[in-house]
């Protein structure tokens, strides 16, 4: 079973609503009908109980010649009435193709978990199975650019304590948990969410709660030395965890320096 598919399916009870609402709603406005005709409609259900999010994905050219000269670029329809709120954006796929090359692990973890309303050409499960291949041969190479991102905020974490600046402190110490959680779910094979949901989901991975442990103490800590202990123990924790099955050599990992650019 494919990373995403449990949270579809667990989305499958609010699929008659979302598809009633765009029955409804959407297809009644004649202006736009033509173009949810041609069109992918997903919803992307990070917050259902608060919020509906519905993106139709609108052919490129059609979106390019017609769709954009009628509506602009940042066409919305805000149905506030709804319970809960219904926000739908009207993007192209070559939108979405964007923002899976801008931010592939962010929005392939969004769109793996997205509720597929309508794809008449198949056109949003075709790209979206095109950039989970791309993830997977790209993944190793963003785990080591995160693995080097996090020793490095981690050694500035120890210089900003030496010169007691709180604020680097703090903005340096949230940093490094954010990428230590990324890491985690990257060396887990999967794509990590945006900074919202990465506590949450990294506690589904093994080794997660206590990650997400360590990372809270962490958080909470004010006194200089017993800070940079619980940075020592995340740093051995995500060198443990690189080690036990992702092919990183134990000298890039306590090398890491030499590998800067």
Request: aromatic share 12%; proline share 5%; net charge neutral.
């Amino acid at each position: 079973m494919r990373e995403g598919e449990t949270e579809r399916g667990a989305s499958v009870n609010r699929l008659p609503e979302l598809k009633r609402y765009f029955e409804e709603k959407l297809l009644s406005m004649q202006n736009l009908r033509e173009y949810l005709d041609a069109s992918s409609v997903v919803s992307v259900e990070l917050d259902p109980d608060i919020v509906y999010d519905l993106i139709v994905l609108v052919p490129d050219q059609v979106f390019e010649t017609r769709f954009k000269n009628q509506f602009g670029e940042c066409f919305v329809v805000n149905s506030q009435e709804h319970v809960p709120p219904v926000f739908t954006r009207f993007k192209s796929y070559g939108w979405l193709r964007k923002d899976f090359s801008s931010r592939l692990p962010i929005a392939l973890w969004i769109f793996k978990r997205s509720v597929v309303l309508q794809d008449p050409k198949m056109d949003f499960e075709t790209i979206l199975g095109e950039y989970d291949v791309i993830f997977a041969k790209k993944r190793k190479e963003i785990l080591r650019r995160k693995y080097i991102e996090f020793r490095s905020d981690r050694h500035n974490l120890r210089q900003a304590v030496y010169h007691h600046d709180d604020l680097a402190m703090e903005l340096l110490r949230a940093n490094v948990v954010k990428i230590a959680i990324e890491i985690l779910i990257l060396a887990h094979g999967q794509p990590y969410p945006y900074k919202k949901w990465l506590p949450s989901e990294a506690k589904k991975y093994e080794g997660g709660p206590n990650i997400v442990g360590i990372c809270t103490k962490f958080m909470q800590e004010s006194e200089p030395k017993k800070l940079i202990a619980l940075s020592d123990e995340l740093v051995g924790k995500i060198v443990e965890r690189l080690t036990s099955d992702n092919d990183f050599s134990i000298a890039f990992l306590t090398e890491w320096w030499l590998h800067l650019k």
